[in-house]
């Protein structure tokens, strides 16, 4: 079984940091590659970034203040958000996706609200 848990979410000033994980369970996390979405109400869920082994894509709207990386020894991908604006507040989800194969799965989500 297929599972993404995402942890990290809360509630953070503007202009603060929070750091978003998912840990992967039951796939070959290694062969996937990783992202990180998110929806705010109201709107359609977007890319925030990716990585694949190395390679690293993020949405313009987060360039220069998140960072993406991934542990394949801990099944782990993480999102360290800085800079936070009231604008970032949505569910964030973790994505895995294997390419070629077009397997995709999806996490929970978890709430990221950037208010003072």
């Known amino acids: 079984q297929v599972q993404l848990v995402e942890s990290g979410g809360g509630l953070v000033q503007p202009g603060g940091s929070l750091g978003l994980s998912c840990v992967a369970s039951?796939?070959?996390?290694?062969?996937?590659?990783m992202g990180w979405y998110r929806q705010a109400p109201g709107k359609q869920r977007e890319l925030v970034a990716t990585i694949t082994t190395s390679i690293t894509n993020y949405a313009d709207s987060v360039k220069g203040r998140f960072t993406i990386s991934r542990d394949n020894a801990k099944n782990t991908v993480y999102l360290q958000m800085n800079s936070l604006k009231p604008e970032d507040t949505a569910v964030y989800y973790c994505?895995?996706?294997?390419?070629?194969?077009?397997?995709?799965?999806w996490g929970q989500g978890t709430q990221v609200t950037v208010s003072s």
């Open positions: 994505n895995a996706r294997r390419p070629i194969f077009g397997t995709n799965y």
């Open positions: 039951g796939i070959n996390f290694s062969a996937y590659y």
